[in-house]
Nanobody, 122 residues
Framework: QVQLVESGGGLVQAGGSLRLSCAASGRTFGSATMGWFRQAPGKEREFVARISWSGDFTYYTDSVKGRFTVSRDNAKNTVYLQMNSLKPEDTAVYYC???????????????WGQGTQVTVSS
C-alpha cells in the first residue's frame, strides 16, 4: 500500500517556475515507478513524466522536455517535479502516481495522490 500527497502547486506567471513534491508512505515506494500526470479542465488526464525506482531513468512527454525535470529521493520517500519556463497551457491539476511497471499509461499506476493545482497566468 502506498499513500501519496502532492504539494507545491500555486499561481505563477508565464516564464516562472514551481517545484511540486509528492510525499509517499509505504514500503513499496522504493521499488515503484513514479509518474506525474496532469488534467486540465475539460481535458483527459495526460502523462507528463516518469522516473524509475532507482532514479536512473526518466521520460517526458514532448511538450515539457527541456522545461520539466523529475527526480526522487528514496531516503525521503519523495518525488519531485521541477517545472521551469511555465506556459499558460501547463495549467492543470497535477497528480503523482506509483506503479510497478515502466509505463506512461495511467491504467498501469496503482496509487494516486489527490492532486495539486498549477495555474500559469499569461
Amino acid at each position: 500500500q502506498v499513500q501519496l500527497v502532492e504539494s507545491g502547486g500555486g499561481l505563477v506567471q508565464a516564464g516562472g517556475s514551481l517545484r511540486l513534491s509528492c510525499a509517499a508512505s509505504g514500503r513499496t515506494f522504493g521499488s515503484a515507478t513514479m509518474g506525474w500526470f496532469r488534467q486540465a479542465p475539460g481535458k483527459e488526464r495526460e502523462f507528463v513524466a516518469r522516473i524509475s525506482w532507482s532514479g536512473d531513468f526518466t521520460y517526458y512527454t514532448d511538450s515539457v522536455k527541456g522545461r520539466f525535470t523529475v527526480s526522487r529521493d528514496n531516503a525521503k520517500n519523495t518525488v519531485y517535479l521541477q517545472m521551469n519556463s511555465l506556459k499558460p497551457e501547463d495549467t492543470a491539476v497535477y497528480y503523482c502516481a506509483a506503479g510497478p511497471s515502466w509505463s506512461g499509461h495511467a491504467t498501469t499506476y496503482n496509487y494516486w495522490g489527490q492532486g495539486t493545482q498549477v495555474t500559469v497566468s499569461s
